[in-house]
């Protein structure tokens, strides 16, 4: 059946900072400064609730850096940022993941000592907004237990790690580490995730999963923003992308559009990027 969905970017503007139809995140004037250089500048930025929004650019464009403020893991120097009508300024980022946005991470060395459970029961921490040790001794305590047990299981059955649950995190291949990262951040039930490079690493097997995950979060509700390199994948999964540059946004639109901009382009040929990327490849 086709898709009768309307189009929620339909009548968006295709330019830098344009409003959306029903954004969850709405951000303002935002300023990072590392000594004398601006990393991020971003005068206006929207994201659409419900939508998968790719934010592509050059290395050393602020796009990492721009997350770590939307997130709550760095301040900025200046502006506002809201998520679901709530203030992000100094909102820390544990808070920040209790009012529904989360991020992955990377798998540390020290995550990497830890099986792959423990790693899903870690996730699960920001959920109830308890502290870990006044949980554990808490009569509700087991009962908790078995329910956060019970979701990480429902959560590595369908990432198909059910069967590496007791090993350790860092025996498993890099795009298990990447499934790993996006079950984990799932345990705390999140209504926006921010995935920072989710492709990085993965071999071609499993990348078709990993797309078919991300399209999944979206059909389940989950609003998704994320960064990445492969524009192969950026143009497969994502309703609108935005483009980052030396700080700024510099373009928005549909994956074509953006793509045929001479302006993005050119903000990647000076970045001496591979300049086969923007070619249709099917
Ligand atoms: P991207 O993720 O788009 O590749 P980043 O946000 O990582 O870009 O970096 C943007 C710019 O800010 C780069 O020039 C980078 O070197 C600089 N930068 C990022 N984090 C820091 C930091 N903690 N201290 C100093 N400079 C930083
Ligand atoms: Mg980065």
Known sequence: ?????PNPFADVDSKPGSAKPDPIIVADGIVRQFGGLTAVDVKHFEAQRHAITALIGPNGA???TFFNLLTGFDSANAGTATFNDMKLDSMSSANV?????VRTFQLTKALNRMSVMENMRLGAQHQSGENMLTAMLSPLWSKREKEVTAQAEVLLE???LLDKQDDYAGSLSG???KLLEMARALMSKPSMIML???MAGVNPALTESLLDHIVGLKEEGVTVLFVEHDM???RRIS????VMSEGKIIAEGDPHEVMANQDVQDAYLGNHHDTDLFEERE
């Open 158 to 160: 369908r990432f198909k």
């Open 232 to 234: 192969h994948m950026v």
């Open 239 to 242: 309703d609108w992308v935005v």
């Open 62 to 64: 602020g796009k990492s």
């Open 175 to 177: 795009g298990q580490r």
């Open 97 to 101: 993941a209790r009012a529904g946005m």
């Open 196 to 198: 920072d490079e989710p």
């Open 1 to 5: 059946m086709p898709d009768m969905t």
